[in-house]
């Protein structure tokens, strides 16, 4: 059997780049693992290389997030028009199993685990059924990921990927997992093997960061007990790590100070806003607007990286705040590397139901606008267009050439650990790269009003299909 495993994207500035990172969908070598041995298994990641259309195939697997799901639909009909059988699964097809069932042969609710040798053997025996929903055990079924099948040769800088927990114990209103997702994690020990047999296949940029790995995590830092017994057990191993975690566990300096020892170098944590108000706006309370200062100054001096993610059109931003922004940031004693977004009101949030109720999502929102670059609702105390003109100042202002010497002078000697210069050196690029979702000047960045992108466009008038429209 010839099993292709797909995970597909498209980029948010709607032109048909690739943006090879450091993390990529471990979806597919997450599948693999499920498919019997004896199939002949490729994997693709579409932020990496374009899907070879021609290839012989039986059954396709096909992950997507919710901005995906048009460009995925087309992917499924020209696959489906040569006979090959597709599958869908991941959060959007657990929301919209009725939708999808549209457009893929089967459709998966429950966890991968669960269902994809279940989907596998029905097909075999031809015998495919159009939905699946099985739950499993959880966390606890995770079978070994397919590593070597991963083709390192289209990212260089890709750096293995590993899941801990799933989850998160938060409920911040705007989040896809709440509501959705229990928090559980792994035991360490099966974690620990885990990473020590990825790090084999670790093959990137001149073996620069052979030792480094991610952990994939929404948020690493759910239990700290949890963080504490992973990271005594990392200690001895000598790897270099970075993760996703809350602000909670950056205002324990001693628990920080673990992580460094056991090698973590890089922490990401959506900070969202330096605006208390629309922090609560958010639901994020355990974010401390005042604390935040001393918490980078924590991070860079026991040797780890921060960077913030910050959001733009919650309700509690105003103009005063949104063009102060830039100077608030500078007034921090460190520069820390900062993402800035939307707040995209996935459908499956608090929030798109508050604002649906509210009738302030833009009129004509589809799926393809869901990809936390694009307005999908009015906020409260700005218009759309004032709201897009910060988001792409902002973009500009923070994403400087110059903050890059900024950035390397404030930190580089804050630590001497093992790796820190090397990674905060490395990161300077991720500065400017804040620019590149608003680089498409023809973008209105407001749903409703920019088109898909053109080979969508023209697929999907081909093969009759329709948008997903969610407003
Ligand atoms: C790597 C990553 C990316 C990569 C790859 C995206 C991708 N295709 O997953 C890139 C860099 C592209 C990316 C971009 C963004 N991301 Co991101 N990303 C992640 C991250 C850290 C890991 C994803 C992963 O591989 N997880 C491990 C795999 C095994 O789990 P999973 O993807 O959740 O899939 C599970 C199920 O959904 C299901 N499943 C999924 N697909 C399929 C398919 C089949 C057939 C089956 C059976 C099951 C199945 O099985 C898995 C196990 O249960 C997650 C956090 C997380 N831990 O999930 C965020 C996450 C997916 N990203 C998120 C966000 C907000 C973003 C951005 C908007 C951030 C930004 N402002 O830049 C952008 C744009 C996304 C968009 N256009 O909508 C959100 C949710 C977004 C969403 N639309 O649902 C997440 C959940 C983080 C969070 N808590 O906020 N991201
Ligand atoms: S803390 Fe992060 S991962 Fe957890 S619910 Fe909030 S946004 Fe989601």
Redesign the pocket.
């Known amino acids: 059997m010839r099993i292709a495993i797909i ?1 597909t ?1 498209t980029h ?1 500035t709607r032109l048909t780049h690739k943006e090879p ?1 450091v ?5 597919p070598e ?2 693999a693992g499920l498919c019997p041995e004896d199939a002949h298994i490729e994997l693709y990641n579409e ?1 990496e290389v374009d899907i070879p259309l021609d290839r012989d195939w039986d059954l396709v ?8 799901y048009e460009h995925t639909k087309v992917l499924s009909a020209l696959l489906r028009k040569r006979g090959i059988k597709t ?5 959007h097809a ?1 929301y919209f199993p009725d939708d999808a069932a549209r457009y893929f042969d089967a459709v ?1 609710t429950g ?2 685990e669960a ?2 040798p279940v989907v596998i053997a029905d097909f075999a025996a031809k015998n495919l059924q159009k939905r699946y929903a099985l739950q499993g055990n959880g966390i606890t079924d995770i079978r070994p990921y397919r590593y070597d099948l991963i083709d390192f040769n289209h990212n260089r800088i890709r750096l293995p ?1 590993i ?1 801990a927990s ?1 989850g ?1 114990p938060f409920t911040c209103n705007f ?3 709440t509501g959705w997702e229990k928090y559980q994690y792994r035991p360490v020990d099966v974690v620990v093997d885990e990473i020590e047999t990825k790090m084999r296949f670790n093959k990137n940029w001149f073996g620069l960061f052979d030792n480094t790995f991610v952990f ?3 948020n690493l830092g759910g239990s700290p007990k949890y963080l504490r017994e992973l990271c005594q057990a990392l200690i001895p191993k000598k790897r270099i790590w970075g993760c ?1 975690l809350t602000f909670n566990i950056l205002r324990d300096e001693e628990l920080v100070r673990l992580m460094a020892q056991a090698g973590c170098r890089y922490i990401y944590t959506g900070l969202e806003s330096l605006n208390p108000e629309s922090i609560s706006s958010l639901h994020k309370a355990h974010n401390k607007i005042a604390e935040v200062d001393e918490v980078i100054k924590r991070a860079f001096r026991n040797g780890i990286l921060l960077s913030f ?1 910050l959001l733009v059109g919650s309700d509690g931003d105003t103009n005063d705040y949104l063009e102060k922004l830039p100077q608030y940031l500078l007034d921090l004693k460190y520069f820390s590397i900062t ?1 800035l ?1 939307i707040v ?1 009101p ?1 459908p499956e949030t608090p929030i798109f139901t508050q604002l649906q109720q509210e009738n302030r999502l833009l009129p004509g929102t589809i799926s393809r606008d ?4 694009t307005l999908c609702h009015r906020p409260k105390q700005m218009d759309s267009s004032e709201t897009i003109e910060h988001f792409k100042r902002l973009c500009a202002e923070i994403g400087k050439v110059g903050n890059i010497a900024r950035h390397y002078a404030n930190t580089l000697g804050s630590s001497n650990l093992p790796a820190y210069k090397k990674v905060i050196l490395v990161s300077g690029p991720e500065i400017t790269s804040i620019r590149n979702p608003t680089t498409n000047k023809a973008r209105s960045y407001i749903a409703g009003v920019d088109k898909l992108e053109p080979w969508d466009q023209v697929k999907m008038r081909e093969l009759g299909l329709e948008p997903q429209f969610l407003s």
């Not at 993390?23 to 979806?27: D, I, L, Y």
């Not at 599958?87 to 959060?91: E, N, Q």
């Not at 869901?370 to 670059?373: A, H, K, M, S, V």
């Open positions: 995970s994207y948010p990172s993390m990529q969908s471990a979806v997450l599948i932020k697997f096909f992950s997507y997030l919710h901005a995906y599958v869908a699964g991941g959060r657990n998966i966890t991968p269902n994809v990927g899941e799933r998160c989040c896809v997992l994939l995590d929404n996703a993610g993402f977004g995209s996935y869901y990809d936390g670059y």
